[in-house]
């Protein structure tokens, strides 16, 4: 299976930014659907964003669309997560996913990816 490595995360104030990196081993990174999932202390792993290999479709959880973006460059092997904006709420581990295309209904299942990272802390604080 794919190898991937996060990175990026840290601790920002409310209203901040934080950009999020996940590099992906191996040269079928195109192939892959990529997603983003996250886990707060004493919760369940979320769903965040996902996006496809053409890049042309585009999931987000409600809680976060309008202030993340997801992104890839194949080029690179590598997908992003721009956060703006972010909230206390957004506090969490942050995953990085890789699965083939699969059904669009499972796409926000997180037992329906492959591959996982190792995760990365991001902490909004005051």
């Known amino acids: 299976q794919a190898q991937l490595v996060e990175s990026g995360g840290g601790l920002v104030q409310p209203g901040g930014s934080l950009k999020l990196s996940c590099a992906v081993s191996?040269?079928?990174?195109?192939?892959?659907?990529m997603a983003w999932f996250r886990q707060a202390p004493g919760k369940e792993r979320d769903f965040v964003a996902a996006i496809t290999r053409s890049a042309v479709t585009i999931y987000y959880a409600d809680s976060v669309k309008g202030r993340f973006t997801i992104s890839r460059d194949n080029a690179k092997n590598t997908v992003y997560l721009q956060m703006n904006s972010l909230k206390p709420e957004d506090t969490a581990v942050y995953y990085c996913?890789?699965?083939?295309?699969?059904?669009?209904?499972?796409?926000?299942?997180?037992?329906?990816?492959?591959?996982w990272g190792q995760g990365t802390q991001v902490t909004v604080s005051s």
């Open positions: 191996g040269r079928t990174f195109s192939t892959y659907t």
């Open positions: 996913a890789a699965r083939v295309p699969r059904s669009a209904s499972t796409v926000r299942s997180g037992r329906d990816y492959d591959s």
